[in-house]
């Protein structure tokens, strides 16, 4: 009869042990941690696409706008500048390499903010169905990008949050030690200056 009581109590123990560790958090930082780095993966997706659209974009455009050349260059450069700036999921520690990442993909956004403004002078483009057709797309790649990059942000702000405080705090200490707060995407510098609008 005590045997079986000591196994019971062992059975028991083991559970409630098993329980305890399960509710804990002790998984929370690492599930966290790939799931910014998912978020991530998405970020860079998004800019990819965008990416991939520009070469058919200035060349629709370049058949208009021969004049305009050196803004069709400056998207050129733009987009080769930021495809060389690779960051993967292990340098989201280092936020210099983010913001290196971050500046090269606002600077290719101010360049074809120039592009897309050039279209206005003229008409016969502004009606090309190709035209329009890569302009929908990279507007939508745009929205996307901003989606990927707040889930990011968010994914980012979960596992840095995980990692101070309690009990996550405890983990990080104790067994996750490796583990560093993530970079986040910041605003840039033009973003709190109201713009000019002009009629």
């Known amino acids: 009869m005590t045997a079986t009581l000591s196994r019971l109590r062992a059975a028991m123990a083991t559970v409630f042990l098993g329980l305890l560790l399960s509710g804990c958090g002790f998984n929370n930082i690492p ?15 998004q800019y990819q696409r965008r990416a991939d659209l520009i070469p058919n974009l ?3 455009v370049q058949g208009y706008a021969k004049q305009e050349k050196d ?3 400056a998207v050129v450069e733009a987009r080769a500048k930021a495809t060389s700036i690779k960051i993967d999921a292990s340098q989201l520690t280092d936020p210099e390499k983010v913001k290196q990442f971050q500046d090269a993909q606002n600077q290719l956004s101010g360049a074809l903010g120039r592009l897309l403004a050039v279209s206005e002078n003229y008409p ?3 009606s090309n169905q190709n035209f329009l057709a890569l ?4 507007e939508g790649t745009e929205n996307r990008i901003a989606v990927a990059r707040r889930d990011y942000i968010e994914a980012v702000r979960i596992y840095n949050t ?5 009990p996550g705090i405890i983990w990080a200490t104790l067994i996750y030690r490796s583990n560093k707060s993530m970079a986040e995407f910041t605003a840039t510098d033009n973003a709190q200056t109201v713009p000019q609008v002009k009629f």
């Open 58 to 60: 200035v060349a629709t």
């Open 124 to 126: 016969d483009l502004k």
């Open 31 to 45: 599930t966290m941690e790939e799931q910014a780095k998912a978020k991530w993966a998405d970020v860079q997706n």
């Open 135 to 138: 302009q929908s797309q990279l």
């Open 162 to 166: 995980e990692l101070r405080t309690f």
């Open 71 to 73: 803004v069709l260059t």
